[in-house]
């Protein structure tokens, strides 16, 4: 079979599997919680910078099913596919074909059909990428600065676009110099900052959120652990598979000369400046295996510039079979009954994904006379896009997801009553308090036991001192260093004690 041909069977057979499990699947927690971001359009949003809110609020108006919702991720794998395969052809048609089709049949490719952060993210990286090796090789100012305009909208997707900043930092530095690459670095630059300005006046108007978030609170009680780092190592050797490192290794007595052709040099900044960087960050942090999705592209670019066509094709057989096991694993989950986990302490959680609909219709009765909460920031994202009505989160939650923070406006609730939805036995401590009386009952679905914890008469001023004012003190403390606008927490709930 021809390269080429393989290339499109490839293309659209990975489209076509995609498009099933993003339809079968059912939404996640996060992807409820983002689609919650667009039901609520703003400039920004508590934990991230604000791209894949803004691209769902899109697509919600053309409807609100998984697929449609999952579109950018489903596209994601053949956009990129298409363009490693395109950008590439002029210098080896059959060696290009193999590197896109390696791409596309990765397993973290097949698999990627949930809408994240990463998803805008790993998109426009590549594009941002893509663009400046046009720029180089084909020459074109107007490829500057799109490169520029997609770093910048890669940085409104998640701030790990940062570490490809540095990436052409680096590359510019310690490569050759000319009037036109420096022009053009230049025309990059200012095409990208305006629009990461855009989330600098969010935060700046916003308590600093996202800084805090992910610079302070999700980094407390973080050590040095050499573990972490071999969890990172590992996780590289799966993504990038045995035989692709192999052969790099086999051929690292040519890196030099093939680097003799400038715009190629990029590829290998643009993976291994990330890398090292997380490398590392592990020390300190488990490295998540998303997080360096966004630059795996590149490895994979750097494959067609040092394998050969043959060892391409070898890389490309062992990939068919490993993406194949982990279809046939998927496959053999699916296949088994719900009950099959009954007695994981993840089971509460399964059925609540799987059987929304019905813990939905176990509501209905009470929509008329109480608001509805629930106990954590996953169930109410989850249960909030089941239900099409807002679901805002009774008590202190957890670091992750406040952006009901923003959205909820507990004032406003004293006096009424309040239904709050839990998968764990509510203690009667942990809300007596706030309310004038309160009744807990409960229901039971495939044998996972959910509760209601129905509170009359709520108490907003205890509440305030005994939830949000200790909410305040631990997500809201801004440093001194940082200017800031008023500070929508404090000016909601404590106007006359400032943050």
């Given at each position: 079979?021809?390269?080429?041909?393989?290339?499109?069977?490839?293309?659209?057979?990975?489209?076509?599997?995609?498009?099933?499990?993003?339809?079968?699947?059912?939404?996640?927690?996060?992807?409820?919680?983002?689609?919650?971001?667009?039901?609520?359009?703003?400039?920004?949003?508590?934990?991230?910078?604000?791209?894949?809110?803004?691209?769902?609020?899109?697509?919600?108006?053309?409807?609100?099913?998984?697929?449609?919702?999952?579109?950018?991720?489903?596209?994601l794998s053949t956009l990129i596919g298409l363009g490693i395969y395109l950008a590439l052809r002029r210098d080896d048609q059959d060696r290009a074909a193999l590197a896109a089709v390696l791409y596309l049949i990765s397993p973290v490719n097949l698999l990627n059909v949930l809408i994240t952060t990463d998803t805008p993210l790993i998109l426009f990286a590549f594009l941002s990428g893509l663009s400046l090796f046009l720029a180089l090789s084909r020459h074109g100012w107007w490829r500057y600065a799109l490169a520029g305009a997609f770093l910048g909208m890669a940085f409104l997707s998640k701030y790990f676009a940062v570490l490809l900043g540095l990436a052409y930092l680096a590359y510019f530095l310690f490569s050759p110099k000319s009037g036109r690459k420096t022009g053009g670095f230049a025309l990059l630059l200012a095409t990208a900052l305006p629009l990461a300005a855009i989330n600098l006046y969010w935060n700046y108007t916003h308590c600093w959120d996202n800084v805090l978030f992910n610079l302070y609170t999700r980094n407390e009680g973080e050590t040095l652990s050499l573990g972490n780092v071999l969890i990172f190592l590992g996780s590289q050797v799966y993504l990038m598979t045995p035989p692709v490192i192999y052969y790099l290794f086999r051929r690292r007595s040519e890196w030099l000369g093939k680097w003799r052709r400038d715009e190629f040099k990029l590829f290998a900044y643009a993976f291994l400046v990330p890398m090292a960087a997380f490398a590392a960050l592990s020390l300190k942090k488990v490295i998540g295996l998303h997080w360096v999705l966004a630059f795996y592209p590149f490895l994979y670019l750097?494959?067609?510039?040092?394998l050969t066509q043959r060892e391409l094709l070898k890389s490309v057989k062992f990939m068919a079979y490993f993406s194949l096991a982990h279809l046939l694993i998927v496959a053999a989950v699916a296949a088994l009954p719900m009950e099959t986990w009954?007695?994981?302490?993840?089971?509460?959680?399964?059925?609540?994904?799987?059987?929304?609909?019905?813990?939905?219709?176990?509501?209905?009765?009470?929509?008329?006379?109480?608001?509805?909460?629930?106990?954590?920031?996953?169930?109410?994202?989850?249960?909030?896009?089941?239900?099409g009505k807002y679901f805002f989160v009774f008590g202190k939650g957890s670091y992750h997801a406040r952006q009901d923070d923003l959205i909820t406006d507990f004032s406003r609730f004293d006096g009424r009553d309040i239904l709050v939805l839990g998968k764990s036995p509510p203690s009667p401590v942990q809300y007596a308090p706030y309310f004038r009386t309160m009744e807990i009952k409960s229901f039971t679905l495939r044998g996972a036991t959910f509760y209601l914890v129905l509170g009359r008469d709520f108490n907003y001023p205890v509440?305030?001192?005994?939830?949000?004012?200790?909410?305040?003190?631990?997500?809201?403390?801004?440093?001194?260093?940082?200017?800031?606008?008023?500070?929508?927490?404090?000016?909601?709930?404590f106007p006359h004690d400032p943050c």
């Open positions: 079979m021809k390269t080429r041909t393989l290339f499109w069977l490839a293309l659209a057979a990975t489209l076509l599997l995609k498009l099933y499990l993003a339809q079968w699947l059912p939404m996640s927690g996060d992807e409820a919680y983002f689609v919650m971001w667009a039901q609520h359009p703003a400039l920004g949003f508590y934990d991230h910078p604000p791209m894949v809110g803004w691209i769902l609020q899109l697509l919600l108006h053309a409807g609100h099913s998984p697929l449609v919702l999952r579109l950018p991720a489903v596209l750097l494959a067609y510039v040092f009954r007695h994981s302490r993840l089971y509460g959680g399964i059925v609540f994904m799987f059987d929304t609909d019905r813990v939905v219709q176990r509501l209905r009765p009470y929509e008329k006379d109480y608001l509805f909460a629930t106990d954590g920031y996953t169930p109410s994202a989850i249960i909030s896009y089941h239900y509440y305030r001192e005994r939830v949000l004012r200790p909410i305040r003190d631990k997500y809201y403390r801004i440093p001194s260093y940082l200017p800031h606008g008023p500070c929508y927490f404090c000016t909601k709930y």
